[in-house]
């Protein structure tokens, strides 16, 4: 839900000649970023939204075809096909700043031990509401 409110807010921003970026890495630093805007007890970033005048515009990020991703009424498994397919998109769209395929990128994200900083950040709060 609250990833919706940040994609209007971006919708919204370039209707109006803006442009934007989500920052989800703000859960990286929750605890820093709580201190630093004061956030009370109860409350946690999720995530963060640039936004600002563009100096170049790039061409939209391609997506996943429709197909992979909807299904009507049962889940249908994909083969490696897809994804090799996806890879070669986005590295064409990528170019040069490439250095490594999509489906590498996501290997390596949800390869990681999960992020603690959230957790932290809920230690933290509980120990002020004592």
Not at 95 to 122: H, M, V, Y
């Amino acid at each position: 839900m609250l990833l919706w409110q940040g994609k209007n807010t971006l919708l919204a921003a370039e209707s109006l000649g803006y442009g934007g970026v989500i920052i989800g890495l703000v859960r990286y630093a929750a605890s820093q970023i709580a201190e630093l805007f004061k956030l009370p007890d109860y409350t946690y970033p999720v995530f963060g939204i640039a936004l600002g005048t563009p100096n170049q515009n790039h061409a939209v990020k391609p997506r996943l075809p429709y197909e992979a991703v909807v299904f009507e009424e049962e889940y249908r498994e994909q083969d490696c096909s897809t994804i090799q397919a996806y890879d070669r998109v986005q590295t064409e769209y990528a170019g040069e700043r490439a250095k490594e395929t999509w489906s590498q990128r996501l290997a390596a994200q949800f390869g990681q031990e999960p992020n603690q900083a959230i957790d932290q950040l809920f230690k933290e709060k509980e120990i002020r509401k004592k």
